[in-house]
Structure formats: C-alpha cells, structure tokens
C-alpha cells in the first residue's frame, strides 16, 4: 500500500514542478523600502528649511516684543503692510529727491559698479606686480599696511575736496576701500605660485607674457577672486554710509531721509533690501567662482 501511494506522489511531483509560476502567485510585500525611499526629500528638505524658519521666527519674535514695550517701533505685520504699498510702485519719479525704492536701489549699485570696476581695473594688475617683482612689493608693503585700516568714510571729504561734487566723492569712496582686497590677495596668490612652476617656465625660457597668462593668472585666481568677493561686500556696505552724508539719489540717502521723516517702517524694509542686495551680489561672484575655478580644473 505504501509503495503504491510513493508511486503517485513521484507521478504528481513532475506536474506541479512544471506548473506555470504564474498559477501561484507570491503573498505581496509591503512597499515599505519604496515609503522611507520617498520620505528622504522630504526629510532633507525639513532639515535644511527648518533651522533658518527657527530663526527667522524667533527674530520676529524678538521685533514683537520690542515693538510691545515701544509705540514708536512698527510691528512686524505694520512693517509687512508698509512693504506691500512700497514694492506696488518702487519706480515712480516724482521729483528728483521724491522717488521708489527701485530708483534709489539702482543709483547705489551704479556708483558701486563704477568704483568697483575702477578698483579692479587698478588693484588687481598692482597686485601682479607687487607679487611678482620684490622691490616692488617692499615698495608698497609699507603704504599697503598704513592705508588699509583706514576707514573709507574718512577719504569721503578728501574727495569732496578734489572732485567738488557728491558724486564722485562716494565714487572715491568705494575705489579706496574696494582695491585694498583687490592688491593683497592678488600678491598673495602670485607669490604662493609653487616654485617648481617658476623653473619649468625658466628652463623653456617662456616670456613674461606667457608666465603670466599661463602660470600666474591660473594659479593665482581663486586667490583674485576672494579678494572680489571681499571687496564688493564691503563696497557695499561703505556706499550706504556714503550716501548718508553726501545726499542725493540712493539707498542711503533714502534711509536717511526716512530718519528725518521718523518713518521708521521704511527704515527697516531698507535694511531688509540693503541685506538681500548685498547677499546676491556675494552669491553671485561665488557663483562665478565655482565656475571659473570648474573651467580651470577642467582645462
């Protein structure tokens, strides 16, 4: 009996092992490796959104409170409604000292692009020499460390003085606190070109035209551009100053001028704007950084 019950189990054996897989389907699984795969942009993006909220809230927080215990200082909210009737309309000129934001905005960057521009135009080409020929750069080292901690208001009525005009005289401004970064770094960065480089260069008796576009210039720029993103930070920062006490069309003046109206509101969302201004412009040179250091490397 036993042997003939083997018999028909072997005799089945081969039809279900030959069955279509299909005929026995497998119990699903729970999609639980494809659920954490599809929370991890979210849990990357609570992680980087949150501290910042974190601390834009507690500086609300804090402006609330000052705001409750001064009748004079707007609230956060009196402040958001004042911004909402400001940027309706930032480019209305109705007189040459009644103007939007947006006009005032763009006459600081202006100046702050002409003396800028100027800077770079001057330090960066003396910042090459410095670095390059000693003598030079025993020349300048003295006047370099006497100049530098001077405060570029106090060149304000220097230029005054010589360029009789408000204008030029925040223009000068910005050159003199722009080219300080500008000279430094760029002798730095030629001056920490490795040596081997130099004799290599000597050696093929290369000119001094190709030493310094194909040696120097390479190896020296990050260097070029910390120095631009420096000094366009603090060109930034100086043309506000300037401008309070110069007068005219500009971010500053427009400050100053909301001061003297006690509208403190304006006087906040300026600061906001000045903050936002000054962040990308610094985002965008590092940016140009970025790309021209990954050009370099590819190069």
């Known amino acids: 009996m036993s042997a003939i019950l083997k ?6 054996l081969p039809a279900v092992a030959s069955a279509d897989p299909k005929a026995f389907p497998r119990p699903a699984r729970k999609p639980v490796a494809a659920a954490a795969r599809g929370m991890q942009p979210v849990a990357a993006a609570v992680k980087f959104l949150l501290p910042p909220l974190v ?36 480019f209305y000129r109705n007189s040459p000292n009644d103007q939007g934001i947006g006009w005032n905005v763009l006459a600081s960057l202006k ?11 001057v330090g960066i080409p003396l ?10 750069g025993r020349m300048f080292g003295p006047i370099i460390s006497l100049l530098k901690p001077v405060s570029p208001l106090a060149w304000l009525p220097i230029g005054l003085l010589v360029f009789k005009s408000a204008d030029p005289a925040a223009i000068w401004s910005i050159f003199i606190c722009s080219i300080w970064p500008m000279v430094i770094n ?22 001094e035209w190709k030493v310094l576009t194909k040696i120097l210039l390479p190896s020296a720029l990050p260097y070029i551009l910390t120095g631009i993103r420096l000094a366009i930070g603090t060109a930034w920062l100086v043309i506000v100053a300037a401008e309070m006490l110069t007068g005219g069309v500009g971010i500053g003046f427009w400050v100053w001028d909301e001061w003297n109206n006690l509208n403190v509101s304006h006087i906040i969302i300026a600061i906001v ?8 412009l610094e985002q965008a040179l590092m940016a140009l950084a970025r790309a021209l250091t990954h050009e370099q490397v590819a190069n």
Do not use: C, K
């Open 127 to 136: 910042g090459f020499i410095i670095g390059r020929v000693q003598f030079v």
């Open 273 to 280: 704007i000045i903050g936002v201004v000054g962040l990308l």
């Open 7 to 12: 018999s028909e189990v072997h005799e089945q």
């Open 186 to 207: 760029t002798a730095v960065g030629v001056q920490r070109v490795p040596q081997d480089y130099m004799n290599v260069a000597r050696v093929l008796n290369l000119s």
């Open 111 to 121: 100046r702050v692009g002409v003396g800028f521009g100027l800077a770079a135009l």
């Open 55 to 90: 601390g834009i809230a507690l500086v609300l927080l804090v402006w609330q409170a000052i705001a409750a215990r001064n009748s004079a200082f707007p609230t956060p909210l009196a402040t958001f409604r004042e911004a909402l009737v400001l940027f309706a309309d930032p």
